[in-house]
């Protein structure tokens, strides 16, 4: 097996560290454990001492994609395996990810099934919206893109480290950076447990900020397969409207002629959108 670094992020995950990181240490001696501690006001620090694994400091809250990426940078492991320190993921589950990748996967994400593996009815709701969407847009099935459980090749991984966000996201845009980039991707089904400790996310406060996710996965991907469905709506709009008026007034207004000229641009956006695309990956 190839070296090993298991990356936790963690942000006031004490308790839930206590539960993970003792089965970890016995299963895998061998690996490089990182902890980022993500701005934490409880004892993680002290956790990370008493179980002797390495801590990554952010002297305050970063996000947690930007506490992946202090991990990624830290790691030194060929492989990396990225899991939550709350207690959702078992780290028996770690082999399964790992032999996949030994199949010759560059990315295996550990993926949750039914409701029961979501936080809420409404969490699991979107995460389906954004699955089905991912899949449509990159031509296979997409089981689960948000699942912040995963093993990949470090190597590739950091061929994307700029594209990630701070925040919430990163499972998103690293697992549609992996398909756009023509590596290979795998899901494995997996249990989560509830997790110890009070959620970071927001529904309230985050609903918008997961919504544009479903926009972020098409302009990240392929911006055409989203603005020129788009542009091709205005120019029909613009169409019955011409219609419409030239057969009541005999005229052509200006809502038609307003059409016509957002399609227009809605369309020269979501080319110049997938240039730009081409250029983020020019070099993989």
């Not at 449509?136 to 700029?162: K, N, P, Q």
């Amino acid at each position: 097996m190839s070296s090993l670094s298991i990356v936790i992020p963690a942000k006031n995950e004490a308790d839930g560290l206590r539960k993970v990181l003792p089965d970890l240490v016995a299963r895998h001696p061998e690996a490089e454990i990182i902890v980022v501690n993500d701005g934490s006001t409880d004892s993680t620090s002290e956790v990370c001492r008493e179980f002797q694994v390495t801590e990554v400091v952010h002297p305050y809250s970063k996000g947690n994609g930007a506490a992946i990426k202090s991990g990624a940078r830290a790691a030194s492991g060929e492989l990396m395996v990225f899991m939550d320190g709350d207690g959702q993921h078992d780290p028996a589950d770690i082999e399964r990810l790992l032999a996949k990748v030994d199949e010759g996967f560059d990315l295996v994400v550990g993926a949750r099934s039914g409701v029961g593996s979501q936080a809420s009815v409404a969490r699991w709701s979107a995460n389906t919206l954004y699955n089905k969407l991912a899949s449509s847009m990159v031509g296979h099935h997409i089981a689960d893109l948000t699942s912040g459980f995963r093993a990949v090749r470090r190597h590739l991984f950091m061929e994307f480290l700029y594209l990630l966000p701070n925040g919430f996201s990163y499972p998103t845009t690293s697992t549609m950076a992996f398909f756009r980039a023509g590596y290979s991707v795998a899901f494995v089904p997996i249990e989560v447990a509830n997790r110890i400790g009070t959620s970071h996310i927001n529904l309230l406060r985050d609903g918008v900020r997961f919504f544009l996710i479903i926009f972020k996965i098409g302009t990240l991907y392929s911006p055409l397969k989203i603005f020129f469905p788009l542009s091709i709506v205005l120019g029909l709009l613009g169409s019955f409207n011409y219609l419409y008026t030239y057969l009541v007034d005999a005229r052509f207004t200006n809502m038609s002629a307003m059409m016509f000229l957002a399609a227009i641009i809605v369309f020269l956006i979501g080319l110049v959108s997938e240039q730009i695309t081409n250029l983020m990956y020019k070099d993989v």
